[in-house]
Nanobody, 114 residues
Framework: VQLQAYGGGLVQAGGSLRLSCAAS????????MGWYRQAPGKQRELVAD???????NAAESVKGRFTISRDNAKSTVYLQMNSLKPEDTAVYYC?????????WGQGTLVTVSS
């Protein structure tokens, strides 16, 4: 399994970005897909994840601002980020979990200027 994340960039506070993560292989539709982020000097944390059935779990800090979704036909998971804040600045990673194995993408940098 290979994951390719893209869509990061520099945005002003209050702006929006949409991250995408495309997966290779045939297990995407059976997998839990997640977005994580790691800010400088901090541990990697869960932003949101979505099960194969569409159940969503999101961090309190992003509820109401970020939306995770998936397109199984395209083997792609998305993270729509609105009302961005400087504290959202981080490298964002996508993760695929299938059975007891985790696969990570390479990360995409999101920088929010104040």
């Amino acid at each position: 399994v290979q994951l390719q994340a893209y869509g990061g960039g520099l945005v002003q506070a209050g702006g929006s970005l949409r991250l995408s993560c495309a997966a290779s292989g045939s297990i995407f539709s059976f997998s839990v897909m997640g977005w994580y982020r790691q800010a400088p000097g901090k541990q990697r944390e869960l932003v949101a994840d979505i099960t194969s059935g569409g159940s969503i779990n999101a961090a309190e800090s992003v509820k109401g601002r970020f939306t995770i979704s998936r397109d199984n036909a395209k083997s792609t998971v998305y993270l729509q980020m609105n009302s961005l804040k400087p504290e959202d600045t981080a490298v964002y990673y996508c993760k695929l979990r299938w059975r007891y194995s985790d696969y990570w993408g390479q990360g995409t940098l999101v920088t929010v200027s104040s």
